[in-house]
């Protein structure tokens, strides 16, 4: 093994890259990065297993491949950044690789069913999107039992990819998923992460830039009901100049034990001059006895920028929007509906398509208990 | 012909310190066509009898009743009031962010009638009902009270008592916030609206301005949570030459 490629310090960006996993200390739950987790509930991600490797359900054009995880296509140059992803990378026997070739455009969406056995799985997916391409790729989570991984999503020079991950797990499952983004040049970006259910799941998005002028954008749904948690710990390193960030994550919680976790880092770096960010995490309490933790951090080098902003709010579902409503003749269970569907549309409306928009915003509905009445 | 009969109404808010009594024996009638006007200090309790009427879950009726054409009123949820035909046009309408004002009315307007309206009719009555209150159409497209100028809300207010078409509409400040331009265009939604569907009205309002454009057909005075005095449209003269201060030291005697 290699020498870990150590990092200078910054308060935000991780400090070690590197496949060898003991490079990376087991967490015991005080590190900063890790205060949050319910590091019990994680501990099976923290020592390597011998698990399968989630795979793709069904056929599937030439564009999507289950190749082996030595396959020299995939990305070499990318780096785990905790112990986590360092044992996935390492025992995972394969992957899925999604290849958008160049200059192509793809105006469907690209659906991806991702599955495993119904074990315990590691999880290795990418997504390279050639120069100039324009696709729309979704990944939907089809799996089971608890999944560790990374999906790598790799923007080639101008192209436009949008990706879309959805997370509906059955309750006691338990995942931990990073989802690292590099921006070529006047390349454009959309990340959704749509996060249903699921025992305990952490995400870890990190977004970075190869090449000056790049737009990236991350949106976030995601619900608890009952007692579930969720992290979503993003970073946008901006290591480039004149790109933009724009990371806006909304979440709904319902019912006593539901606990979701916010951490939205920005690094702007010496050298990211004329870049603009802004990042909004936004929590609605539909209930009493949630908790929302939601942390916003912006760590600036260069006081040369456009514009850098954040903001965060968590607030209860609102009983006078309900009256107000109500008193207009509408149902309270169809009061709800609106209330909430006007909550989440902000990140759903960026989903082109009206199918996958509204059988996203079906589910959504079904799992909070949400009457339709149209 | 509809009538709103509130009898011996008694209503309080009830705190971790206790119950504040806020109602203190309302009798009241407002029939169809008859505009009834409700003035008084601020703090008198006159904005609480509006909620009431609506079902605001914050204040607890403990004694009396509201009941609408036999019908007891009390014994319905908030939006079996509205379909009833009961409206109130609120003096704060809250914002329901992500909600287009259209997708709202439209669902509000299914949910009163029992069914959606056609497509073709319903746009073009929107239109129409939004350029009589000289409304821009972009306005549809806009969230539901987002960003709304305060005049732009009770526009807004009087927009959806106009479609909904209640029986009997209480209007709570709605002059409140207006300069005297918009409060024209409000106060001629309201009598088109009154005429045209031969509706009751209860207007409350801190201010006798309003009654210049709508015309009352009876005014009470409401003082510490009851009605002290009821006249005719020459009562709102007296108010407005003399305030309420006989009326609120007679209350505290």
Redesign the interface.
């Known amino acids: 093994m290699t020498a870990p490629t150590v990092a200078p310090a910054t308060d935000l960006a991780p400090r070690i890259f590197s496949r060898n996993i003991d490079d990376f200390d087991v967490p015991h739950g005080r590190e900063e990065e890790w205060r949050f987790a319910p590091i019990k509930q994680l501990a099976q991600f923290f020592e390597p297993a011998t698990w399968g490797s989630v795979g793709v359900a069904g056929g599937h054009g030439a564009l999507v491949e289950h190749v082996d995880i030595n396959d020299s296509r995939l990305s070499q140059n990318w780096m785990p950044t905790d112990r986590p992803s360092a044992i996935a990378r390492a025992k995972a026997t394969h992957a899925v690789l999604i290849t958008i070739a160049k200059e192509s455009i793809h105006s469907s969406p690209i659906v991806v069913n991702l599955e495993n056995s119904g074990k315990n799985s590691y999880l290795h997916v990418e997504v390279h999107a050639g120069a100039f391409s324009k696709s729309q790729v979704v990944l939907m989570h089809d799996t089971t039992g608890n999944v560790n991984g990374s999906m790598l999503s790799i923007v080639g020079d101008q192209a436009d990819l949008t990706m879309l991950s959805v997370i509906d797990a059955d309750l006691p499952v338990t995942q931990h998923l990073h989802w690292f983004t590099e921006v070529g040049r006047d390349a454009n970006f959309l990340g959704l992460s749509i996060t249903l259910g699921g025992g305990v799941i952490r995400t870890v998005p990190m977004v970075t830039y190869r090449a000056p002028g790049g737009k990236a954008q991350m949106l976030g749904a995601f619900l608890l009901t009952g007692h579930q948690f969720q992290e979503h710990r993003i970073l946008v390193d901006h290591t480039e100049p004149h790109c933009t960030s724009n990371v806006i994550y909304k979440g709904a919680l319902s019912g006593e034990g539901a606990h979701s976790v916010w951490i939205g880092d920005v690094l702007v770096r010496r050298e990211a001059t004329g870049i603009e960010t802004y990042e909004l995490n936004r929590n609605l309490l539909l209930t009493d006895g949630p908790r929302a933790d939601s942390v916003p951090n912006l760590e600036l080098e260069t006081g040369d920028v456009i514009s850098a902003g954040h903001a965060s709010a968590t607030g209860r579902f609102?009983?006078?929007?309900l009256?107000?409503?109500?008193?207009?003749?509408?149902?309270?269970a169809?009061?709800r509906q609106?209330?909430v569907?006007?909550?989440?549309?902000?990140v759903l409306n960026k989903i082109d398509d009206p199918d996958l928009r509204d059988s996203l915003m079906h589910r959504i509905e079904s799992k909070l208990g949400i009457v339709d009445h149209e | 012909m509809s009538k709103l009969t509130i009898t011996d109404l008694h209503a309080c808010v009830i705190t971790d310190e206790g119950e504040t009594p806020i109602l203190r024996g309302v009798t009241l009638v407002v029939e169809s066509g008859k505009t009834n006007a409700i003035m008084g200090p601020n703090g008198s309790g006159k904005s609480t009898l509006a909620y009431v009427i609506a079902g605001h879950p914050k204040y607890t009726v403990t004694s009396g009743s509201i009941d609408l054409d036999g019908e007891d009123v009390l014994a319905m949820s908030v939006d079996e009031r509205a379909r009833a035909g009961l409206f109130l046009a609120m003096q704060y309408p809250v914002e329901i962010p992500g909600v287009s004002v259209s997708n709202f009315l439209r669902t509000s307007i299914t949910a009163l009638r029992g069914e959606a309206p056609k497509l073709r009719t319903w746009t073009k009555d929107m239109k129409a009902a939004m350029s009589e209150l000289q409304m821009d159409p972009a306005f549809s497209s806009r969230n539901v009270n987002e960003g709304f100028s305060g005049g732009e809300k009770k526009r807004h207010e009087i927009l959806q008592m106009g479609l909904m078409q209640p029986k009997i509409a209480v209007l709570d400040e709605t002059d409140s916030g207006l300069d005297v331009d918009a409060l024209k265009v409000v106060s001629e939604g309201v009598n088109r609206f009154k005429d045209q569907n031969d509706a009751g009205v209860l207007l409350i309002t801190h201010y006798t301005r309003i009654l210049r454009y709508i015309k009352p057909d009876v005014v009470h005075v409401f003082v510490d949570g009851k009605i002290v005095a009821t006249g005719g449209p020459e009562l709102a003269e007296v108010l407005e030459a003399d305030g309420y201060e006989s009326y609120t030291t007679a209350a505290r005697a």
Do not use: C
């Not at chain 1, 609102?318 to 929007?321: A, F, G, L, P, S």
């Not at chain 1, 009256?323 to 309270?332: A, H, K, N, T, V």
């Not at chain 1, 569907?341 to 902000?346: A, I, L, T």
């Open positions: 609102d009983d006078e929007q009256f107000y409503l109500q008193s207009r003749g509408i149902p309270e169809l009061a609106l209330v569907r006007g909550f989440f549309v902000e």
